[in-house]
């Protein structure tokens, strides 16, 4: 059946209703278009630039007359104009480095605002987001007129430098989804303001100082200065916590009330002061995914609860003073990704069960005192890309199930005690065959044998302190570090430095070998090149011209059997830290370029050669100069007076045990050592050596008086002069050199009394001088007197760590600047892995 339809025309006279219509519609979509910002809040607005200081002048479009929906930082509402959103963060840019060059850290400052913060932006009364972040408050508390503007969806203050409380009405703002304060140098009385914020689903406090806020809540709450146990935490109000901070505070154990939350997937009480074994109820958290315990004091076990978390991707003990054994089964982890258990004092044998952690990215148990061999059960990880054994006492062969993990890009098992008849048919088995490339190997430091012939490395490799023979393996140019110290190969130096191509090198080390013949001059694109250490081998020649066209912080060519004179290239080195060319046959005079253009160095030391003339008074423009070594040359003429105006050795606190090189590559940073002469005696220094200060000139032809002006070097703690001709008598306040624990006269012609001060001195050698008074009971080669190397040690402990940690500790604004760095590197690293795909 069909179904009748009937419509009804509408009339002619409605038409013209609806082009009215129409046309209201469309001329008010066509202002929305064209739409201004309100006059009373362009007034707000510019009131509010008026008190504020912009060094780089970002706020240039405000200004009279315009429009502030088009001004930078400004979000109008698209249909009614007013302004929404205010973006005044500081520009994106990272905070440079505490070394960082002048113009780089005032570049950054100047990109911060500073001044006040005006009440007239309680104008804005339609503003949802508020964004100062990253400027520069300081000396000001935050504003409690903010806790007003009640259409707040989004509140960023972080890193402004706001000092003092947190105003309680930022509790009125309810609608409130977002609030960031972390980064201030705050110090609230209470935190009951923040259970009124209803809406709040994010909420950072990083660094803000709760040590007198009782009723804090349990979010993200790292180095807050928080000491008492967290016990507060309530179940009902935290049932929805996903993730729980409270690294970096003071906390001395682990609250109970932790494991009542059952949904946390993650926990981190990293870098805090918790004691005691690790609690079993861990085994509670079953839907746990990150674990970080690092850095903290336990020495206990690790609790078979733990291995129980099989849902369990990160698991970071590192640094915890953990002992035992690590348990079989740790397979049961078969989700982690990170294990981290370095720096404890686990001990006993890695498990084969570690093959059963198939997802792992990342296995770390270095620094411990483990032993045995490491299992062949380690080719099962396939998704393995960094692997660390080092520094524990690992015997047996490198398993050549290693060759399966193609993804393997850091390897290190250094410092062990690995010990491969045929390390040369393993290495072909499964370091040749890799799909994939290492960016890190190191061997260091073991036992390994055989001839080397190619190193499929593309950063760094570490081979040193082994017993590898033949020439020098091939290398990609990609390479950065190349460290072959301490080994038997044997070779010319033309293949590497001319043929390589290694452009990027950084670092190379190919001291204490069996290198012969000349080394090649051929180093004009080595222009990278900071670290070159080629001492203890036969080499001959002289010094090539273009060393001099690299950026040197270390060039150490000592004991071998070099010659000529020091080419003048080698005043292009402005960055040379430390030169060692003692122990060859090099001649001419000490050139004065050396305190002219060398203004860095720390370290000079040209003993045992053939130098002679006088001393360039030069040398006296090294201001930084700690370690002078002139010692068995021919100089003559007189000692310099001008020695007073080395200001490093008359410096009597030393901050740094280490002396390094400027530079840090990678996260690396190379520490220098040196072999000085100190008390008759030979030796290596290393993490000592920033305390050392000495000067040897023993065994020339100076004449004269020694100077008196030499006693304002009260840094100074070894003085060598013996074996020259010098005449007159003993300075009689050298003896007031309080830190002066080594000084030889001997072998001169040396009269006059010995004065009563040298007493104080601990070591004295003054033989074969016409004095007349023998030596202060006690002084003459006291032995038995306490070594000053280890007062040394003792004192670099101290001195470095309070010249270093102190301020963290009572200067709260270095402290911020210190941890948001880590986190800025943390941040690098975990880019690295998340680019890696870990």
Not at 277 to 298: M, V, Y
Not at 694 to 707: F, G, Q
Request: glycine share 6%; charged share 15%.
């Amino acid at each position: 059946m069909a179904i009748a339809t009937m419509t009804t025309p509408l009339p002619i006279s409605f038409f013209p209703f609806l082009l009215l219509i129409a046309t209201i519609c469309f001329t008010i979509c066509d202002a929305n278009t064209n739409l201004l910002c309100i006059q009373s809040e362009i007034e707000a607005l510019l009131k509010f630039k008026n008190d504020l200081i912009d060094p780089s002048n970002r706020l240039s479009s405000w200004v009279e007359g315009g429009d502030c929906c088009e001004w930078i930082g400004i979000v109008c509402h698209n249909s009614t104009g007013h302004v929404n959103q205010l973006h005044l963060a500081a520009p994106p840019l990272s905070a440079p480095d505490f070394d960082a060059p002048l113009a780089e850290r005032e570049a950054y400052e100047r990109s911060k605002l500073r001044g006040k913060i005006n009440p007239s932006l309680l104008e804005l009364k339609h503003l949802s987001s508020l964004d100062f972040s990253n400027n520069n408050f300081s000396s000001i508390q935050i504003p409690e007129f903010l806790g007003m503007l009640r259409s707040l969806t989004y509140l960023n203050l972080s890193y402004e430098q706001f000092q003092g409380g947190i105003p309680h009405n930022l509790g009125n703002l309810s609608r409130l989804h977002y609030l960031d304060l972390g980064g201030n140098d705050l110090e609230p009385e209470s935190l009951q303001w923040v259970s009124e914020l209803s809406s709040l689903q994010y909420l950072d406090l990083s660094y803000v100082n709760l040590s007198k806020a009782n009723d804090w809540i349990q979010l993200h709450l790292s180095n807050c200065d928080l000491k008492d146990d967290p016990s507060s935490i309530n179940a009902n109000s935290t049932k929805s916590l996903l993730v729980l901070d409270i690294s970096g505070n003071s906390f001395s154990s682990i609250t109970k009330s932790i494991f009542s939350l059952h949904g946390l997937l993650s926990i981190d009480l990293s870098g805090n002061s918790l004691e005691g074994p690790i609690p079993d109820n861990f085994g509670n958290t079953s839907f746990l995914e990150g674990l970080d315990l690092s850095w903290n004091h336990l020495n206990s076990s690790i609790p078979n609860s733990l291995y129980s978390l099989n849902r369990l991707q990160f698991l970071h003990l590192r640094d915890s003073q953990l002992q035992g054994t690590i348990s079989s089964s740790i397979g049961n982890l078969s989700s982690v990704t990170h294990l981290e258990l370095s720096e404890n004092q686990l001990n006993g044998q890695i498990p084969l069960s570690i093959g059963e952690l198939s997802s792992s990215n990342l296995f770390d148990v270095s620094e411990n005192q483990l032993y045995g061999q490491i299992p062949l059960s380690i080719g099962k990880l396939s998704s393995l890309i960094f692997f660390d054994v080092s520094e524990n006492n690992l015997n047996g062969q490198i398993p050549l199930s290693i060759g399966e993990l193609s993804s393997l890009k850091f390897f290190d098992v250094s410092e062990n005690q690995l010990n491969v008849p045929r390390i040369l048919d393993v290495m072909l088995t499964w370091f040749f065959n890799l799909p994939t490339q290492f960016e890190y190997l190191n061997l260091s430091f073991n036992q390994l044998i055989g001839e080397i012939s190619y190193l499929n490395v593309t950063s760094s490799i570490d081979l040193s302190s082994n017993r590898f023979i033949g020439p020098l393996p091939r290398v990609l140019s990609s390479l950065i570090y190349l460290f072959l110290s301490n080994n038997s190969f044997l070779e010319f130096l033309f293949e590497l430095i001319c043929n390589s191509y290694l452009m990027g090198m950084i670092g190379l080390y190919i001291d204490t070998n069996l290198l012969i013949e000349e080394i090649p001059d051929c180093w004009n694109h080595w222009e990278f090149l900071a670290y070159l250490n080629l001492g203890n081998n036969n080499l001959t020649g002289k010094i090539p011209l273009t060393l001099g066209y690299t950026n040197l912080f270390m060039l150490n060519l000592r004991n071998n059997s070099m010659f000529g004179q020091l080419p003048s290239t080698l005043q292009n080195s402005g960055d040379l830290v430390m030169l060692d060319l003692s122990g060859n046959h090099f001649s001419g005079s000490v050139l004065a370029w050396i305190g002219d253009k060398l203004s860095s160095l720390v370290i000079l030391s040209l003993r045992s050669n053939n130098f002679d003339g006088h001393i360039p008074h030069k040398i006296c423009d090294l201001q930084f100069l700690q370690n002078l070594d002139l010692g068995h040359n021919n100089i003559s003429g007189v000692i310099p007076k001008c020695f007073s105006n080395l200001s490093a050795m008359a410096t009597k606190n030393k901050t740094n045990n280490e002396v390094s090189a400027p530079i840090k590559i990678d996260y690396y940073r190379i520490y220098f050592k040196a072999l000085l002469v100190l008390k008759g005696r030979r030796d290596k220094y290393g993490s000592t050596l920033g305390l050392v200060t000495s000067i040897d000139l023993s065994t020339n032809s100076l004449t004269r008086e020694i100077p008196k002006e030499l006693s304002s070097l009260v840094g100074l703690l070894s003085l060598n002069f013996s074996g020259n001709l010098l005449t007159g008598n003993i300075p009689d306040n050298i003896g007031n050199m309080e830190l002066m624990e080594s000084l030889d006269l001997s072998m001169n012609r040396l009269n006059g009394e010995i004065p009563p001060s040298f007493s104080n001195l601990n070591f004295l050698n003054h033989f074969n001088n016409c004095t007349s008074k023998g030596i202060p009971t006690g002084v003459a080669n006291n032995g038995s007197k306490v070594n000053w190397l280890y007062v040394s040690i003792v004192l670099g402990f101290v001195t470095g760590f309070w010249g270093v940690v102190a301020p963290l500790f009572f200067i709260r604004s270095w402290r911020i600047a210190y941890y948001r760095k880590l986190d800025h590197i943390y941040g690098k690293l975990f880019l690295f892995w998340a680019t890696m795909g870990m």
